[in-house]
Every structure is written in C-alpha cells, then in structure tokens.
C-alpha cells in the first residue's frame, strides 16, 4: 500500500494541487487497492525556492507534481 498526499494548501492549491487532488478519481483501475490519497494542508516547502504544487508519494516529496509524475513513482514504489 502507498499512501498519496496532495499538498492543497493555498499557494500549492493555486498552483494546481486543486486539481491533483481530484485526480485521486482517475487513477488507473488496477491501483485502486494499492494507492490511497490523503489531501494535506502543507508539506512543508520552502517559499523562498518553492517549486508548487507539491506532492509525498511514501516519503518521496515530488515538486512540480503532475499526475504523470506522481504515477510514475507510485509504480515505481510499488515495483510495477
């Protein structure tokens, strides 16, 4: 199991994250059981160098987060 957080804080939220978090919906079929989504406040970036919106795939902090992104390390964690 790998646990998914999506940074919806205001600057993350703005930056994308709002719609990351929906994206939880749309995640291939066969991750369903495998994968689960955990909106969170704020991951903690650094404002001075943030690179939003942010994302934490097990421990794995992910900037920049797509959802292409966050599926690859999913699977890559899960060793598919």
């Known amino acids: 199991m790998v646990t ?3 940074c919806v804080g205001t600057y ?3 930056m994308g994250g709002g719609q990351l978090a929906q994206w939880r919906n749309y995640i291939p079929q066969h991750l369903h059981e495998k994968v689960t989504f ?3 406040s704020c991951l903690g970036c650094n404002e001075q160098n943030a690179k939003p919106p942010y994302a934490k795939v097990g421990d ?3 900037e920049k ?3 292409e992104k966050i599926l690859e390390e999913i699977e890559k964690q899960l060793s598919i």
Do not use: D, E, Q
């Open 4 to 6: 998914v957080k999506i």
């Open 65 to 67: 987060a797509t959802p």
């Open 38 to 40: 955990v909106s969170a």
């Open 60 to 62: 794995v902090i992910i």
């Open 12 to 14: 993350c939220y703005l």
